[in-house]
């Protein structure tokens, strides 16, 4: 489709929309250097994190209300999450960690109580969570074996999903997830011990 240009938008998915994260990031990445020079203090952290919460909820209306098509759609579901990593680093550096948390916290209540978003309870808590773990002292032995199943992960668990939602989709979406990370995790796991599975995952 992205070769006949029936659908110009293809041309931001490439060839699967599962991949719709990567013109996000590459086309996004200039905003990082923008942040970087316009965070040089904590007073520019908190006028910042005012500034924007109004590009997120925005966001999050066409989220929720128009709908655009595919990949509009995710990035305008990652905008708030995009935009929170860049004010917890500014804040995390500029020992102004509550401006980031006012800007999801006001930018999610206020999408939950102006048209009930569905996202912006998952989004405020996922941001609730990385603040908290962010103060752990994560030293584990595990975690660092974790983290090399990551990219193994992602590669495998739309398979799972598959079959998952094949076999077992009357079952709730919380088992399903908890299934198909366990599964996936098993499968990069035992991939990474094959030969020259380490190249792939």
Not at 5 to 29: A, E, K, Y
């Amino acid at each position: 489709m992205a070769l006949t240009l029936t659908d110009p938008l293809r041309l931001l998915i490439g060839p699967t929309v599962h991949l719709w994260f990567l013109p996000f990031i590459i086309l996004s990445s200039p905003l990082v250097l923008l942040a970087l020079h316009a965070m040089t203090s904590a007073r520019h952290v908190w006028i910042l994190s005012l500034l924007l919460i109004p590009a997120a909820m925005g966001a999050l209306w066409a989220h929720d209300r128009i709908a655009p098509p595919e990949p509009v759609i995710q990035w305008a579901f990652a905008a708030l999450p995009f935009l929170y990593g860049l004010l917890s680093a500014g804040g995390q550096r500029h020992d102004a960690v509550a401006a980031p948390l006012l800007f999801a916290t006001a930018s999610c209540v206020g999408a939950s109580l102006l048209w009930g978003s569905i996202p912006a309870p998952f989004l405020l808590l996922a941001c609730l969570l990385f603040e908290g773990l962010w103060r752990l002292p994560l030293s584990h032995p595990a975690l660092p074996a974790l983290g090399q199943l990551a990219y193994g992960i992602y590669l495998v668990h739309p398979f799972f999903m598959l079959v998952w939602y094949r076999f077992a989709g009357g079952w709730s979406a919380i088992a399903g997830a908890i299934s198909v990370f366990a599964a996936s995790a098993s499968a990069a796991w035992l991939i990474r011990r094959l030969p020259g599975g380490r190249l792939i995952a």
